[in-house]
């Protein structure tokens, strides 16, 4: 049984019953693609079966400890655990924004540090990584 869970602001933390099924999921696929029971999972992160149980019912979440044990065990990155447990507030993806030219973001940030040399050599560097990456690509 699969439940889309809507996406939300990031302001907005989800929901206790979002929160149980996505951490009820997350612990769901990781015994499936390593082939374990309860039993094992629990064994494998140190933790008790009692507790792999109630996670996995949806009545506890695990402790940020546990989430750092699911973490290092699963291979997703420690933000994303703690996020699907309910302790970090869901970040929604958005596209990737345009990154403004270094000149103005240079002019903006540093405007005393950096003269029109320095920014114009930076510049160069940036173009010339650029094309190489592209030839990189292309062949």
Known sequence: MTLA??????DIPPTKKERE???????????????????QLARDLGVSHPTVARWLTGE??????SCRKLAN?????????????GHLPRVTQTAPTEWPEFREYAQRKY?????EDTVT??????????????GRQES
Do not use: C
Not at 5 to 10: A, C, F, G, P, S
Not at 25 to 31: A, E, G, N, P, V
Not at 73 to 85: F, N, R, T
């Open 21 to 39: 099924l996505n951490i009820v999921s997350f612990l769901k696929r990781i015994m499936q693609r390593r082939k374990l029971l309860p039993t």
């Open 73 to 85: 065990y699963s291979g997703v990155p420690m933000e994303k655990v703690l996020s699907i447990a």
């Open 121 to 134: 050599l930076i510049e160069d560097l940036i173009d010339r990584r650029r094309a190489r990456i592209r």
């Open 111 to 115: 405007p005393a540090e950096l003269d």
């Open 5 to 10: 869970v809507k996406q939300r602001r990031l």
């Open 60 to 65: 506890d979440i695990p402790s940020t400890p």
